[in-house]
């Protein structure tokens, strides 16, 4: 009901305002509480007192139209009594009592007005005659014009085009000009006849001879719609217009005709005396319409900020969050680099606005203050502290905008506030979609940087890589940074550990690998003198590269280890290994190698004759070598030594 209560509240400074009118029956058509309908009742009776009685049946009909029930019946009557008593239309009055009966049958107050309009009917010119015969007896000017009035109304309704009509209201105006019922009808009369000249004659004879302001008003607002629309005299119609100002600097209708008029000719400062003289009528800032008006046009017509700051600075009483208030103050203390004086009015602004969830169009005004608020105390000179709680603002508000993260990691950095930015960061890793892996890892990298850069925080470096590569056991970067911190901070268990990890990724290249297959054996070695441990590595590294000087080089580490720590088949083994590659006396002294340490150090006879065995089938040029070296010394006694056991044989063959 808001809408039509706003509507009435206009229509009662400006009757003839069509489209408030057409507005007004469009938003009835949506209901009428209660309260719609008593302030629709209040408005019916101001204007039928005003003696506007064609406003007040057209608020008649709107509120018919939305209207259905008992109720529909009342106002039918109401609307027959209108017509009847006022606008003197005795058919469509009759037709309204007699709708009236069929929405209430038996309604005795429409059957009572039926029947006292067909007895009128049957006997109106008697009615008439008498008036006309009291009035010409008549001494007393009051008593004599109302009797005309009552003779011309009588004729109106039951012979409305006959010249009596028009007849009796010019006595009743001749007996007493101030009969403004009278002057009405006539003018109804004139109106529809389109005699406009005698009206013009007629509305000038009432202002001349009208007892009340508001009298003299109305006519000379009839003056004024006649010189404009009918009589071609537009410069007519501006002084009467003028006139109406004179007396109520804020009639809505002179005031809209003027202003009109004004604009037209850019006649600015003409239109602002005409606003101000209507806003200090009205008794001060009560009228923002007005007020926005004054202030608008000293701002962008006349250019002048300081007068126009006064009625803005009023505005905003009314209004703390009005858009065109904002504007002009964003261009009035910019201009002045008054920053913190803008910052201060948009505040009041963002706590004036309803709460955030209110509505989308609220919610969107809020959000863009409270972005400008940030954004002007960021750019205001000295310490970030306003423009951070600003941005602290919008994120609380909206924890998804990115604007507000991106200017918070902004100012955090330049004022070197190191843990609200981790904070912030490590937020927003958290917020982030579990799938969303990749920006996770780059957020923690910014965290990394501030904890190694910033903190000099070695063990929350190290933590941050080893999140890195939880959320991402392949991510390269962080095995490497992370190793060369190790290497750094001399944490060689640790370091061996990542080294691991980064010799098993499928994305390192297989010289990378066997590289750090090497370095991770050193590091047992020459770091914590672990030749046990060493081994694996090398032994992977092996497997990776079986030729080559990566291989040779482990070899040589292998074979030192498997020296030094007895592990002779593991020996034995590597140099198998050596022996499948080597040709030449080089193979056979391998084998022969092999072969020793088999008899020699592990005790495996057997193992150790497959051995020589193997050199004698590769020795094609030297047999009696080969057998010397199986028999023995070759001097006769081998059947002797073939009579021994096993054991012996193959120690001699070994030895030998």
Not at 269 to 277: E, K, S, W
Not at 509 to 523: K, S
């Amino acid at each position: 009901m808001a809408d039509l209560l706003q509507f009435l509240a206009i229509l009662d400074s400006d009757p003839d305002d069509a489209a408030v009118l057409s507005a007004l029956a469009d938003s009835a058509t949506r209901g009428i509480d209660a309260s719609g309908a008593q302030a629709l009742g209040q408005a019916k009776k101001s204007f039928r007192d005003r003696g506007r009685f064609d406003v007040a049946l057209r608020l008649l009909d709107v509120e018919l139209a939305a209207t259905a029930g008992p109720r529909r019946a009342d106002l039918l009557i109401e609307k027959g009594q209108l017509l009847d008593e006022e606008l003197l239309d005795e058919a469509a009055a009759a037709r309204c009592y007699e709708e009236a009966l069929g929405v209430r049958p038996g309604d005795e107050t429409a059957a009572e007005a039926l029947e006292q309009i067909k007895m009128a009917r049957d006997n109106w010119k008697k009615f008439a005659a008498k008036y006309i015969d009291e009035a010409k007896a008549s001494t007393d000017r009051s008593l004599t014009t109302q009797l005309y009035l009552s003779a011309a109304k009588t004729w109106a309704r039951y012979a409305p085009e006959s010249p009596e009509v028009e007849t009796y209201l010019r006595r009743a105006i001749d007996a007493d000009p101030r009969n403004a019922p009278a002057a009405w009808h006539l003018e109804r009369i004139l109106r529809v006849s389109a005699r406009w000249g005698e009206l013009g004659e007629l509305l000038a004879h009432r202002i001349d001879n009208a007892q009340r302001k508001e009298d003299r008003i109305a006519a000379l607002l009839g003056l004024v719609d006649l010189t404009r629309t009918h009589l071609g005299e537009p410069e007519r119609a501006i002084e009467h217009a003028k006139k109406v100002i004179a007396m109520d600097p804020a009639q809505p209708q002179a005031l809209r005709i003027l202003g009109d008029a004004f604009e037209q000719a850019e006649n600015w400062q003409a239109l602002v005396t005409l606003y101000a003289g209507a806003l200090k009528a009205k008794g001060g800032d009560g009228d923002l319409g007005l007020l926005l008006q004054v202030g608008m046009l000293l701002w962008k017509r006349l250019g002048d900020l300081d007068g126009a700051e006064d009625y803005f600075r009023r505005i905003r009483k009314l209004d703390l969050a009005h858009p065109a208030a904002l504007d002009f103050y964003r261009a009035y203390h910019g201009a002045r680099g008054e920053t913190q004086k803008l910052v201060a009015i948009l505040r009041q602004a963002e706590k004036a606005l309803p709460p955030a969830g209110t509505s989308p169009a609220s919610d969107a005004r809020l959000r863009a203050l409270t972005i400008e608020i940030a954004e002007l105390s960021e750019a205001a000179p000295g310490t970030p502290d306003k423009a951070i709680d600003a941005w602290k603002q919008l994120l609380r508000a909206d924890p998804t905008s990115t604007e507000a993260r991106d200017a918070l990691k902004r100012l955090y950095r330049k004022a070197e506030r190191w843990n609200p930015l981790l904070d912030l960061l490590k937020d927003e890793v958290e917020r982030l979609p579990e799938g969303d892996v990749r920006a996770k890892v780059e957020r923690l990298y910014e965290v990394v940087a501030i904890y190694r850069d910033k903190l000099r925080q070695d063990p929350m470096v190290l933590n941050t890589y080893n999140a890195i590569l939880k959320l991402d056991p392949d991510d390269r970067r962080a095995v490497d940074e992370l190793a060369d911190k190790y290497r750094a901070m001399g944490r060689w268990q640790d370091l061996i550990g990542v080294l691991a990890r980064k010799a098993e990724l499928a994305a390192v290249p297989v010289d990378e690998r066997t590289a750090i297959l090497r370095e991770t054996a050193d590091l047992w070695i020459e770091r914590f003198g672990n030749f046990a441990q060493a081994i694996r590595p090398l032994e992977r590294l092996l497997e990776l590269a079986p030729t080559g000087a990566e291989a040779d080089g482990a070899i040589t580490r292998l074979k030192d280890i498997y020296t030094r720590r007895r592990q002779w088949r593991q020996l034995i083994g590597l140099l198998a290994r050596e022996a499948d590659t080597a040709t030449g006396d080089d193979r056979r002294h391998k084998l022969s190698e092999m072969a020793r340490l088999a008899a020699e150090r592990v005790g495996d006879n057997r193992l150790s004759i497959e051995i020589h065995n193997r050199v004698l089938d590769e020795s094609s040029g030297d047999d009696d070598r080969a057998r010397d070296a199986t028999d023995g010394d070759g001097d006769g006694d081998g059947g002797e030594r073939r009579e021994g056991p096993p054991g012996d044989q193959a120690r001699d063959a070994t030895r030998a």
